[in-house]
């Protein structure tokens, strides 16, 4: 009986050893094998309409994704962030006590009701535009995170600050896009995370095609 138990023993111990190493001989080196690479979301669910859109509108498909990374984490459908402040500066701009915000004029959304004001005052999508960057593509809200969000976004970028982005200046083309302007000449970002641009230069290398 012990016998039969040591030989059982040994042939588990052989059996194991010879996985071992066929599994060293297939994927090389020892050890524990690395963890699968995560499949990237953004690839997954907007790479083939960013690389279309990018085509149309000359922008560098990298920049995209990376952006599209920044701002939403490649999750689809986006979520929706409202912004107190900008809902505080259209209500002002609407009882016109103020002439212009960015390029928002009272009459633009005179008539807007306060539930359209909160959709102007939210971002969108997976670029999370403001709402009422949406005035300067004509479009509606609606269509910032419908099923074509991907190509109005890029037709934002590519009216915005698209120059930038072909000129190779990305670090300007990210903190435009999370601010409304260039890097400062400091040096200095302005952007909510102080890393956004580094980490947007960063996630681009991901996405660049050798």
């Excluded at 690479?37 to 922008?59: C, F, H, M």
């Excluded at 903190?175 to 995370?193: E, I």
């Amino acid at each position: 009986m012990r016998k039969g138990l040591i030989v059982l023993l040994i042939l588990a111990a052989l059996a194991g050893f010879a996985v071992y190493s066929l599994y060293s001989l297939l994927f090389g080196g020892g050890g524990s094998a690395p963890p699968p690479r995560q499949p990237d979301r953004v690839e997954q669910n907007y790479g083939a309409q960013i690389d279309s859109a990018a085509a149309k509108y000359d922008l560098d498909p990298a920049f995209l994704k990376a952006l599209c990374f920044l701002e939403c984490s490649g999750f689809s459908p986006a979520a929706r962030r409202f912004e107190p402040k900008v809902y505080r500066q259209l209500k002002r701009l609407q009882n016109r006590e103020s002439s212009r915000y960015e390029h928002v004029t009272p009459e633009m959304i005179a008539d807007a009701s306060d539930a359209a004001l909160r959709n102007l005052a939210s971002s969108w999508g997976p670029f999370q535009l403001m709402g009422y960057k949406c005035l300067q593509v004509d479009v509606k809200v609606a269509d910032l995170r419908g099923a074509n969000a991907v190509d109005w976004a890029a037709r934002w970028i590519n009216l915005t600050y698209g120059s930038y982005v072909r000129k190779g200046r990305y670090a300007d083309a990210f903190h435009l896009h999370n601010t409304g302007h260039p890097m400062p000449a400091s040096g200095r970002a302005f952007t909510h995370d102080p890393q956004y641009v580094s980490k947007g230069l960063s996630r681009m290398a991901r996405y660049q095609t050798p």
